[in-house]
């Protein structure tokens, strides 16, 4: 049995599909769904922790790879960079986990690394690129 946590991107054309449900049907896998979010640009983000046997979950990665989801593993480390930030707070409303809140009164970003699970959605959504994975 193995357990890996992994971020899940997928067209607009696959929001409505049954995909997740097949992991189970099909593939036998048990999962976890982390979280789940539609971005503005329309593309569906799910953070999953998946378990079940190492041939089955192979499979059931090959079937999502073929249907042209992107599949990243969760544990790249994200940055942010507080010369570039422009405290703008776009970042905030789409942070599923408040990793980047306002500090207040200053109403100033503040990044909290502990929270961060590395879903890129606040990379998406910077204009001045002050979020970045580390390399
Ligand atoms: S990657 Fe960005 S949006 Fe995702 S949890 Fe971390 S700080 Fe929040
Ligand atoms: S979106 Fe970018 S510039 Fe705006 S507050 Fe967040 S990190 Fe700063």
Known sequence: MISRKIILTFPQ?????PI???LIKDYNLIFNILQAKITPDEEGIMILEIK????DYNAGISYLKNLGIDIRPLDQKIIWNE????HCGLCVDI?????LSF??????????KRKCIA?????RICPVKAIEIQQ
């Open 103 to 112: 500090k207040r009164p200053q109403m100033k970003i503040e990044f909290d």
């Open 52 to 55: 079940g046997a190492s041939r």
């Open 119 to 123: 879903c890129e959605l606040c990379l």
């Open 13 to 17: 054309a696959l929001l409505d599909k």
């Open 20 to 22: 997740v449900y097949k």
């Open 83 to 86: 010369r570039k930030c422009t």
């Open 95 to 99: 942070c599923p986990t408040q990793a």
